[in-house]
C-alpha cells in the first residue's frame, strides 16, 4: 500500500513521476536505487492502484489543456512484478481513456505478454534499457539477455505501442568500440 501518494517531477523526461512499484530485482551494480533507497531497497508493488490512479486523475484535470507525462519507471523497472500486479496493465488502460495523459516506462524485463492485447490508444511509450552482452553479464546480474529484451521489443513494436531504446550507462572497456557498433546495428 503506497500510505503517501506524491508524484514528485520527473524532469526532462516526463511532468511526474507514477509511483507503482519501488526498488528492482535486476541488482545492476551500477543502479542509482541501491543508492536513492537508504533503509528500504526491498521491492515494494503498490496494492493501492485505484488511489494512485485516482491521483493522476487529479493532476490531469487540474492540466487539462495540456499533455501532462507520467513516468512508470523513476524509481522502479515496473515490468519485473508486472505478472504478479498487473498494475502496469491497469495503468495503460487508464492512460488509454485519457484525452491528454501519457504514461512511459522503461525496462530491463521481457514479461510484456499481458500488455500486447490491450488498446493503449498510443498513450504509453515503452522504452528498453539495452546494452552490450558484455555489459549485461558483468553488471545487470538478474535481468534478461539483450536478445530477450529484443524480442519482447519487437513484440511490443507489432503491438503498436510507442517503442524506444535506452544506452545507458555507456562502459569504456577494451572491445567497447566494437561492442557498441553491434548494439546499434
Known sequence: MKKKIQFLTCEPSADY??????SCP?????????????QTPYLRGYANLEDILDEALKILTARAQEITTFE???????VSIEPITGSLKETVLFFAGSERGRFRFTTKFTDVEGLLNIDHNGHTEIRFSVNTPAIIKK?????????RRLEAARKVGEAHYPLGFLIAPVFYYETFAKDYRGLLQ
Open 17 to 22: 513521476q507514477l509511483p507503482l512499484v519501488t
Open 139 to 147: 553488471y545487470e546480474f538478474k535481468t534478461p539477455p539483450l536478445s
Open 26 to 38: 535486476g541488482l545492476c551494480t551500477y543502479c542509482y536505487l541501491f543508492t536513492n533507497l537508504g
Open 72 to 78: 512508470g519507471s523513476a524509481t522502479s523497472d515496473p
